[in-house]
């Protein structure tokens, strides 16, 4: 997986925190306890990080449309999915095959 980090706003950290875990398969790395902020472990190499922002953070009041993308292996992808779809969340995957 190759990303370095990203943020996102959420409503609500620990559901976050939960649905990243729990179905997307990341690992909990921080907790900051001086704000509504939790950081997560994005792939087994802990070499990419997103943040979780809640409401009452800089980062996370005002809610905007934003986007990550990751680059991983198609069985990866394809696995996600699988987690993804008893949960009723959609998700659009597109993916180009390197030379």
């Known amino acids: 997986m190759h990303l ?3 943020h996102l706003p ?9 649905f990243y875990i729990e179905i997307v398969g990341w690992h909990f790395a ?3 306890l001086t704000r509504d902020a939790v950081f997560l472990w994005a ?3 802990r070499g990419s990080m997103l ?8 980062l996370g009041r005002e809610f905007h449309k934003c986007h990550i993308a990751f680059n991983v292996p198609l069985a990866e992808l394809l696995a996600a999915g699988e987690r993804l779809m008893p ?11 390197d030379d």
């Not at 409503?11 to 925190?17: F, P, R, S, V, W």
């Not at 949960?87 to 095959?97: T, V």
């Open 10 to 18: 959420v409503a609500d950290t620990e559901a976050a925190q939960r």
């Open 30 to 32: 921080h907790r900051d």
């Open 87 to 97: 949960q009723a969340f959609r998700a659009e995957f597109c993916w180009r095959e």
């Open 43 to 45: 792939g087994a190499d």
């Open 51 to 58: 943040g979780l922002w809640g409401p009452n953070t800089t």
């Open 4 to 6: 370095y980090e990203a």
